[in-house]
């Protein structure tokens, strides 16, 4: 899964709202539903975006059907972020090996 | 108080020539698509250094973005800036990067502090340049808006 599915899937508000209530506790879609103010029929649309990026998985219970995080959707995330300063540094890092090669 | 982030670095070099790759010749290694102002649209990374003068990106319109200015100048051996890529100065944070001789090395210290001008966001912007996932949805969530 690239960044694109995965920062499509994040870039609205109440996906984020939802994925950060998954990501404390496995839910269902009622639940869910009950603690925004967005209809279950909503709901359910954007869980099926973030279960296309990767982001959670649904388990049947019974006839539930309950969504939980997985953590490797993350991880393009992850790769894309870093953090900030880690990508300049190991730039400048790499810029002397060029050196190297050519003799500076 | 908001926590420095610091970050260590070891080149094998001299710390004149590191001082300089990180200041004259910054625009010859920064990741300017991802860690700019401007992104894909940044040209060049220039200043017009040392002390009291900025450090700017230009972007392919010919716009100058500041990231910040030279606050300290003291070669090979350290050099300080305030620090506000995207934001007004008056939000500048404090970068001071340091360089000390190790055998045939230099070992490069960054230190990123000063986030409590930024008031509400100071946090979120400090997780931001240290581990940044949150940070950058927020960023993100804006330029949607």
Redesign the interface.
């Known amino acids: 899964m690239g960044h694109d599915t995965v920062?499509e899937a994040?870039?609205d508000?109440t996906r984020?709202r939802i994925f950060g209530m998954i990501r404390r506790r496995p839910l269902g879609v009622g639940e869910i539903a009950g603690l925004l103010p967005v209809s279950q029929p909503a709901v359910s649309q954007h869980l099926r975006v973030l279960r296309e990026a990767g982001l959670v998985r649904a388990d049947k219970l019974g006839r539930r059907r309950i969504y939980r995080v997985r953590p490797e959707g993350f991880e393009p995330?992850?790769a894309?972020?870093?953090?900030?300063?880690?990508?300049?540094?190991?730039?400048?890092?790499?810029?002397?090996d060029k050196?190297?090669e050519g003799g500076v | 108080m908001i926590e420095p982030v610091v970050k260590e670095i070891r080149v094998p070099t001299t710390p004149q020539k590191a001082f300089r790759r990180f200041t004259e010749e910054i625009d010859s290694w920064w990741p300017r698509a991802t860690h700019s102002v401007s992104l894909d649209k940044c040209r060049t990374i220039s200043w017009e250094g040392p002390e009291g003068s900025d450090l700017y990106e230009i972007d392919e319109d010919g716009n100058r973005h500041v990231w910040g200015v030279f606050t300290a100048w003291d070669p090979p051996k350290r050099f300080a800036m305030s620090w506000h890529p995207g934001h007004e100065p008056e939000e500048a944070q404090r970068i001071e990067v340091t360089f000390e001789k190790r055998g045939k090395e230099t070992l490069v210290t960054l230190r990123h502090s000063d986030f409590e001008g930024l008031g509400e966001t100071a946090q979120k912007t400090r997780d931001m340049y240290e581990s940044g996932w949150v940070g950058v949805l927020q960023t993100y969530e804006e330029t949607l808006g």
């Open positions: 920062f994040l870039g508000g984020r995330l992850r894309y972020v870093s953090a900030f300063w880690d990508e300049p540094l190991e730039a400048f890092g790499s810029s002397f050196d190297e």
